[in-house]
T-cell receptor
Framework: ETGVTQSPTHLIKTRGQQVTLRCSSQ?????VSWYQQALGQGPQFIFQ???????GRGNFPPRFSGLQFPNYSSELNVNALELDDSALYLC????????????FGPGTRLTVL | TQLLEQSPQFLSIQEGENLTVYCNSSSVFSSLQWYRQEPGEGPVLLVT?????EVKKLKRLTFQFGDARKDSSLHITAAQPGDTGLYLC????????????FGKGTKLSVKP
């Protein structure tokens, strides 16, 4: 069974740029959630995708957007990057049919200069 | 306002000591999960508790869900240096889409 993978591992961008982060879900899982973890904080929910549709969203502005593909992999896009977007971005996969347990990938460390 | 309050925020103990981490809320959760996170890595799921009053054991770790499903605790017996890491509690609110609400975490350091 393949775990959750994310790419890239690290990324450095400048303010105002756009970024795309990628996530492959664990086999057998149909739901992907994205979280932002600032330094010294717990992860904060950004949004969740199920059947290629957004299935819930946290308190993040519209410049945070996402996609889910037919193979359940997902992308997180952030436009007009701000310094405060610097964080570890975590992807978690789960199955809506198997309860709420979520399994996390290793994360992408984004630094905005 | 933090929906899930985790305490203590930092804990530094000697090998062999016992410790307890607390996770408290005024909200009722349909389930609560405990994760451990190493620096620069994603959280790793330790346990899920779903029933009020439930107790689960994982070797030297004991997890308890409060009767009212508003709080939880993690107790580690005879801590080892390998237990060092960030411990996160995360709850799922009833009626939500299943997204996790995390506490800020407890950074545990166990010295040999």
């Amino acid at each position: 069974e393949t775990g959750v993978t994310q790419s890239p591992t690290h990324l450095i961008k400048t303010r105002g740029q756009q970024v795309t982060l990628r996530c492959s879900s664990q086999s057998g899982h149909n739901t992907v959630s994205w979280y932002q973890q600032a330094l010294g904080q717990g992860p904060q929910f950004i949004f969740q995708y199920y059947r290629e549709e957004e299935n819930g969203r946290g308190n993040f502005p519209p410049r945070f957007s996402g996609l889910q593909f037919p193979n359940y992999s997902s992308e997180l896009n952030v436009n007009a990057l701000e310094l405060d977007d610097s964080a570890l971005y975590l992807c978690a996969s789960s199955s809506l049919f198997r309860g709420s347990e979520q399994f996390f990938g290793p994360g992408t460390r984004l630094t905005v200069l | 306002t933090q929906l899930l309050e985790q305490s203590p925020q930092f804990l530094s103990i000697q090998e062999g000591e016992n410790l307890t981490v607390y996770c408290n809320s005024s909200s009722v959760f349909s389930s609560l999960q405990w994760y451990r996170q190493e620096p620069g890595e994603g959280p790793v799921l330790l346990v899920t508790v779903v029933t009020g009053g439930e107790v689960k054991k994982l070797k030297r770790l004991t997890f308890q869900f409060g009767d009212a499903r508003k709080d939880s605790s993690l107790h580690i017996t005879a801590a080892q240096p390998g237990d060092t890491g960030l411990y996160l509690c995360a709850g799922v609110l009833g009626g939500s889409q299943g997204n996790l609400i995390f506490g800020k975490g407890t950074k545990l350091s166990v010295k040999p």
